[in-house]
């Protein structure tokens, strides 16, 4: 009687806070359709990138094989997790400065539930975006060589590095002290992670010192699974690095670990901040 009396409210606050956690990915999704501008810039932003670094700088750059815009899609799909890490940032710094979250604290629901709601909800929202970039990629010429298959797995890889990443942004956005402030802390690490590694340029070309940093990034490692997966792989992976050599279990990996690190600092942090 008393182990049954234990589970049951157990299974309850499960439940609970699986419910709490829809109700909040439901809220900002809506909050998110009556914000249309959002949505268009974040679907233009990488038509921009396309154009910007497939056709400007691009046509300076050359790879094993000659087809950059192949090489150039596959690393600008792993790149664009970064951003989406970068938005979360700035979207809760937003919240927390005009007291949103004080009042989802007055309610009887999940302190989780909060956050996984809005992480979730920047995923989908990040959709068309990503539906934007895969149409640019094939009217530029990249084709998923190993098939519909891989493909897909190579994208549900990359979005899983982006779902982890979200965490990383949130909690920049509990520290921040504004959003402005959020914006430029998670910057830093978005731009350095992002330009130096293998994302637009072959890394063996690097100075020494910069290619070991740009080989063991963790974003060269997602860009190495989806060229992977996505059969756009041009030559052998660097000798010596572990993780560009197993890029999807690195990968898998990575992600694993920076959830399982950041969404109990998240909710530590949003428990005990009031602004």
Request: with cysteine.
């Amino acid at each position: 009687m008393s182990a049954l009396t234990v589970a049951v409210p157990a299974q309850n606050t499960v439940q609970r806070g699986v419910i709490d956690a829809y109700n909040a990915t439901r809220r900002y999704l809506i909050r998110g359709k009556r914000q249309p501008d959002i949505i268009f810039g974040s679907v233009l932003f990488p038509v921009v990138f396309v154009v910007l670094f497939g056709y400007v700088f691009g046509s300076s750059i050359t790879v094993p094989g000659g087809n950059y815009h192949s090489y150039l899609m596959s690393g600008l799909f792993a790149q664009s997790t970064l951003f989406a890490s970068a938005n979360v940032a700035v979207a809760v710094a937003t919240d927390m400065n005009e007291g949103v979250i004080d009042r989802f604290k007055t309610l009887p629901i999940a302190r989780s539930s909060i956050l996984i709601g809005r992480a979730i909800s920047t995923m989908i929202l990040g959709l068309p975006a990503l539906a934007v970039m895969i149409v640019c990629a094939l009217l530029v010429g990249w084709r998923p060589e190993n098939g519909i298959f891989d493909a897909f797995l190579g994208f549900l890889l990359i979005e899983l590095f982006a779902f982890a990443l979200c965490w990383l942004g949130i909690l920049v956005g509990l520290v921040a002290k504004s959003s402005q402030s959020a914006d430029v802390l998670i910057n830093i690490p978005v731009f350095l992670l992002g330009f130096i590694s293998n994302v637009f340029v072959d890394t063996s070309k690097m100075p020494v010192w910069l290619r070991v940093f740009a080989n063991w990034n963790p974003v060269s490692s997602v860009v190495a699974a989806g060229r992977s997966l996505f059969g756009n792989t041009i030559g052998p992976p660097p000798t010596g690095v572990w993780s560009l050599e197993h890029p999807e279990i690195t990968t898998i990996g990575l992600a694993v670990i920076i959830i399982a690190i950041f969404v109990p600092l998240c909710v530590r942090r949003y428990s005990r901040t009031s602004r």
